[in-house]
């Protein structure tokens, strides 16, 4: 804000600083006996829980208040930040804070000016500033609830990798256009017999047996307009060139301009063996 010219008080305590925090301090009960009806109403929050939505409040201001007296007080952004990431307002649409905010400024505002109607002078200084730390309070929350995000998505993005390494069945993350493999677990490199490393420089089409290439290629094709397939006649090789049986499920993975297969081979030899050996007892019987 300040480079592009939005600091039009400093960061430092000043006497516009606590006439500002001590109007907004006084005003605080009248400004959110205002305010909880109209955000209890437009956010459909249930009457019983007013009183409670109005404390909240009523805390919030306090210690933005202090905030506002002395810019070295950032507790307020500290609360605020924390809350944004995993406390009660992180449950629900940055919109919706952002607007009880907006709400908030406008019913402050409209009480500053006719507290200081007579003083224009004093007034327009203090709306000057009480503008300028409103807007600094709404960039703040907006960055708090993107670092939220981003950090909720880097924590599934954490649970959703432990997940796939630890599954009991090969897992391949191909690239839809190529087949090229952009992920393997841990059980996949066990299967196959290659390290994630040299996996990662070969295709899923190199992992199957020639014949069975058009198979795979219609079970992808119907995963592109499905959104799944699966089949249970295909085969990976492996390093050593054996054929493993696979039951083999893929689906596919959309996220943002990314998409990519999601491919679950689970190896059927054991039940193939079974198969074999039920059949073999019942002929002799």
């Not at 009523?58 to 605020?80: C, K, M, N, Q």
């Not at 670092?147 to 924590?155: A, F, H, K, N, P």
Request: glycine fraction near 6%.
């Amino acid at each position: 804000m300040r480079d592009c010219g939005l600091l039009t008080h400093g960061c430092a305590p000043s006497v516009v600083r606590t006439t500002l925090a001590g109007f907004v301090r006084t005003a605080t009960p009248a400004a959110l006996d205002s305010w909880t009806p109209w955000v209890g109403r437009a956010f459909q929050i249930p009457t019983a829980q007013w009183p409670e939505v109005r404390r909240w409040m009523a805390e919030a201001l306090s210690r933005w208040v202090r905030h506002i007296a002395d810019p070295a007080d950032v507790g307020t952004y500290v609360f605020l930040r924390n809350h944004a990431r995993r406390g009660f307002i992180s449950h629900f649409p940055a919109s919706r804070f952002l607007t009880g905010q907006m709400k908030l400024h406008q019913i402050f505002t409209t009480l500053l000016r006719t507290a200081y109607a007579e003083d224009a002078a004093e007034r327009d200084q203090l709306l000057a500033l009480f503008d300028q730390e409103f807007q600094a309070r709404i960039l703040l929350v907006t960055d708090f609830f993107v670092e939220g995000r981003e950090q909720e998505l880097r924590d599934q993005e954490a649970s959703y990798r432990q997940a796939t390494e630890n599954a009991p069945a090969a897992i391949f993350s191909l690239a839809v256009d190529t087949g090229a493999i952009l992920e393997a677990n841990i059980v996949a490199e066990r299967t196959v017999g290659y390290a994630r490393d040299r996996l990662q420089t070969m295709a899923i089409w190199d992992l199957l047996p020639t014949a069975e290439c058009e198979r795979a290629t219609r079970l992808f094709d119907e995963t592109r307009r499905r959104g799944h397939a699966r089949r249970e006649d295909l085969h990976l090789r492996t390093r050593t060139g054996s054929l493993v049986p696979v039951f083999f499920n893929s689906g596919l993975i959309e996220y943002g301009q990314h998409h990519s297969f999601h491919v679950i081979c689970v190896d059927i030899s054991e039940r193939k063996r079974l198969a074999v050996f039920t059949k073999r007892a019942e002929g002799r019987a």
